[in-house]
């Protein structure tokens, strides 16, 4: 887990929604944090634990088990590729080896100047219209090889 | 306002329905995700502007609606005119203005933004003679497109949750659970069990407390019916769960969903605040005196979770990862309770069963398979969409008829089903029926509705290798068949569509594959050779063509084959050149171009783009 400067306010309005000494929440808890900072910061986990008296190996495995979770903050783009079935056989993969090497990144991870972070997710449901990228959300359907430079430029 | 007694639904009903009919033109707009991702929304901004600027709603007695899923997200944003069922498709905030003056106010129809028959080349104007409607049944769909799935009201006035309060009022959970096993219904999630019977053992296992829940997972790469269901209908599953519920005597639950549908979850969250506010859901449904809740919980992305032991455990806190079935869940499942797990399109198809009878419901589909199902219709097929069809039609009709054929008119050449855990079928098995049992004869499964498409251009062993790489990735890591099994086979079929596939290989393959079948853990390993075995059973040339020849000749493993530019075929027209991203096409128009093969990348890209096929594969 990347140490980071986390604002302890902002983690503590997450962890009072949660009774202490809850194990169960664990999951629900790590998935607001996930969802307030963008990833999971390992002072906010720590908190957490303590919080619900959980040891932090659980956090961690839960954090590495689930795909929801990130231990490392993302960039200012996330690209998201969809490697689902339908955009597989369309073509995903060039897309994602055409990325890569735009980037230098390999698909999970942050550019180093935080700008840009590639992601591989399975299926976003507009198979129609595979391969499917989004960019921070937003959909660009039946993209072909040699067109992700220009569409992500934009912001680089 | 809280609907307290059977009468009471029926009133709203009937006010809803009449609210319903006094709109005399409805436009309805599709905001599923495929339409969004094309832009509806600002279609619908658009109409909402312009409606409410002219004044249009009063003085024409006109509604706007949007709706889930239309289904034929291939042709999307789609915009359908009611009563006359208009159907238009790629529409833009720009055709606002026309559609307004010419259809809404003048009654003309726009020619330009029907739908065009690809082979007859005529334009057709209504939306149910379109083949790809015309062709389906619908029933867990029933609902979508129709109605606004943020609107409880408009789904009471298309008989909604009446079929809770026949349930309720006019049924013991023993002839509830009776009907739904008269009309066969069989889980639509993937195993195909039979719906009644899991009701009945759960019934019938001694317990306090009993949960029913809903499994809205999708983990099927490439499939997204129960997210159109959850998206544009989230009141059918809803319904149908209070109905299992009393059924089985549980009084709480959950609907496990993706995390990566954040708008499946926003119907689903408003459905289930409304239902809780009208009564359906909580203390004294109905004034029966049976209370029932629901709970949405949201996944973690772990296609492993959607396996039943597994969806328990997340649902419960904890590591979503299976246990051993020895004692089934339905006897022992959330928090150690007897509990109901059915998938969100087999809930979806109760309330149906219970309003128009079991019997319907199994005249239609074939013997052991009834009623209908959910595909979602992808990959190379013209008509990509959510297409719901009887059981026992046969693979052709759905992908030639339904489907429009291969894009382009390529040759066919194999339709996936059943996900990871399902298998490829060849040319010569698309006259089968759908149904459970012939499918898992043919070696492939019906799983939860993907159905994806494959044309000559697809390579079967990268294909294998696909789901492979799939399932290595979310195997859970508990048991050793799998974990250590399924990483071993995907490692072999990396190496064959790299070029150094070795004789020998297909034998390991098939032996490794016997010992991750016996002794995985949970179905997600069982089934995990289940992509390679059925590819090798149909398509076994191409394995040994990769192996022994070094040949790829779909054009996808890059190790294994270049592309070269036939001279008779190319006319000069310079696309290829535009569309490769590394420029190693060279050629003046008008002449043959050539292709670098040292410095091309094998992307394709020219291959999609040539309009005259002359990207040849060598
Ligand atoms: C690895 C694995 C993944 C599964 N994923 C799903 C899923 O995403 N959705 C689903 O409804 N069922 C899924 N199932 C099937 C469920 O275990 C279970 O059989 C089903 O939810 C029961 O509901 P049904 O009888 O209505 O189909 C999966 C099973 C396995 C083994
Ligand atoms: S496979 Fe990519 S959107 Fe479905």
Redesign the pocket.
Known sequence: MTKTCVDPKKARKILDRYPSGDGTSLIHALQDIQAEFGYVPCEAAELLCEHLSVPISKAFSAATFYKAFSLEPKGDVVIRVCTGTACHIRGAQTLVDELCSILNVAPGKTTKDLKFTLETVNCVGACAMAPVVSLNGEYHGNVQPGTMSKKIRGGK | MRIATVQSLKVAAKKARSERESIKTEVLVCAGTGCLANGSLAVVESLERSICSRKLTAELKLGLKTTGCHGFCEKGPLVVIQPKGIFYKGVKPKDVKEIIEKTLISGEVIERLLYRDPNTKERIEEYTEIPFYSRQLRIALRNIGKIDPGSIDDYIAVGGYAGLATALTEMTPEEVIDSITKSGL????????P?GR?WKTCRNAPAETRYVLC??????PGAFM?RSICEGDPHAVIEGMVIGAWAVGANSGSIYVREEYPLAVKHLQLAIDQAREKGFLGDDILGSGFSYDVHIARGGGA??C???SA?MKSVAGEVGE?RAKYIHSVIRGLHDQPTV????E?WANVPWIINEGAEKFATLGTGKSTGTKAFSLVGKVKNTGLVEVPMGITLREIIFEIGGGIIGDRPFKAVQTGGP?GGCLPEDKLDLPVDFDTLTEAGSMMG?GGMIVMDDRTCMVDTARYFLEFLVDESCGKCIPCREGVHQLHCILEDICAGEGQPGDIEKIESLSDVIVSASL???GK?APNPILSTLRYFRNEYEAHINDGKCAAGVCRNLFSFEISEEACVGCGLCIKACPVDSILGEKKEVHRINGKTCTRCGACRNICAVDAIKVV
């Open positions: 069989r889980g639509r999630g993937g195993g195909g069990f719906a899991k499994n809205a997972d999708e983990g099927d129960d296609f492993v959607g396996e039943s969806l299976p797990l059915n998938n969100v087999t855990s939860s949970c179905a997600l089934s």
